[in-house]
């Protein structure tokens, strides 16, 4: 990572999705915060890791920082520049999104080519030649044939065509990339070859990546930093090896215990979660882990806490810390 101003940066990004009842669904009823006042950074050549439980709202972070999902409030710069419906068009020809699924994200019904070549159909005046001359030169590039370009997505497995959409997201040559669960849909035997897949690209195109995961260890091997997030909201940030050698929350230490050891004589006290992940309808008061949290104190209860810089670098929303 390099030290100049940050290439993305939010503040205070809240996406809530109205409850709505009544025969026209006209009445609100609640609310669920997916996204509740979330910020952050990344850095140029960085990678954010993002990692929580499913339904902690990762995937509508992603959405929402592409503008792929109206922002209900908070603010979006890259470079510099806020991100607006007004010029988001152009932007995200530099954000690009590579998704969880390969095989609903890719249409069935068009060849390799033309999946690969629709953002230069829509982002650039490239003709037919020289959109074909830059797929091959992707694809190549991602480790597929150039023979590959006639084929249909079902003709391929699962990781190739993760290198599909690998190649889709790079054609246009973007500055940043989400990663929304890349390699969560793939066979453990060939995650670790689409994961260094994109580490070589990182370094190639000089990429900075938010690399979203349920999975720790795999955060862990890609990230520069990571982010903890739980029901809406960051609950630890910090550098990688800060983070597994000075884990503060609660939550966080629960994920790291959860990490396979690969020696089967090694012993880890794994740290076993009571109770359910509450109800995004009605939270708990105060602190929204503080049901699952074994060492809940009355201040839990009654104030949520807040993300705070406990040692450079190293943010906390913690009361206990």
């Not at 829509?122 to 023979?147: F, I, W």
């Not at 670790?192 to 897949?197: F, G, P, R, S, V």
């Not at 690209?201 to 520069?224: A, G, P, Q, T, W």
């Amino acid at each position: 990572m390099t030290n100049s101003a940050p290439l993305i940066r939010t503040e205070h990004l809240r996406k809530y999705y109205p409850i709505r009842k009544g025969f026209l669904k006209n009445k609100v009823v609640g609310t669920i915060k997916a996204v509740d006042d979330v910020s952050f950074y990344i850095g140029e050549e960085e990678v954010l890791g993002l990692v929580g439980e499913s339904g902690c709202g990762k995937s509508t972070l992603s959405r929402v920082l592409l503008h792929l999902t109206d922002l209900t409030s908070g603010d979006i710069w890259y470079r510099g520049e806020k991100a607006t419906k007004d010029n988001i068009q152009t932007l995200r020809q530099k954000m690009q999104m590579i998704f969880q699924d390969p095989y609903s994200s890719l249409d069935p019904r068009m060849t390799i080519e033309k999946i690969v070549a629709e953002p230069l159909r829509v982002h650039t005046e490239y003709d037919k030649n020289q959109r074909r001359q830059a797929v091959a030169e992707v694809l190549e590039k991602v480790g597929l044939p150039e023979d590959a370009m006639q084929k249909y997505p079902h003709e391929f497995s699962g990781g190739q065509r993760q290198r599909i959409g690998i190649a889709r997201a790079l054609i246009l040559q973007p500055d940043f990339i989400v990663c929304d669960e890349p390699v969560s849909a793939l066979d453990v035997s060939i995650q670790a070859t689409i994961l260094n897949l994109f580490t070589e690209m990182r370094e190639s195109f000089r990429l900075s990546y938010l690399f979203i995961s349920h999975d720790m260890s795999v955060v862990k091997h890609i990230s520069d930093r990571i982010a903890v997030m739980y029901m809406g909201k960051i609950v630890e940030l910090a550098q990688k090896d800060e983070l597994f050698s000075n884990t503060l929350h609660p939550y966080s230490i629960a994920l790291i215990s959860a990490i396979p050891i690969p020696d089967p004589k090694a012993k880890r006290n794994r740290i076993i979660l009571t109770g359910d992940i509450p109800n995004p309808v009605n939270p708990p008061s105060g602190c929204p882990f503080r049901t699952r949290c074994g060492k809940a104190s009355p201040l839990c209860e009654a104030e949520p806490p807040v993300l705070r810089e406990k040692t450079p670098g190293h943010f906390v929303a913690c009361h206990l810390c």
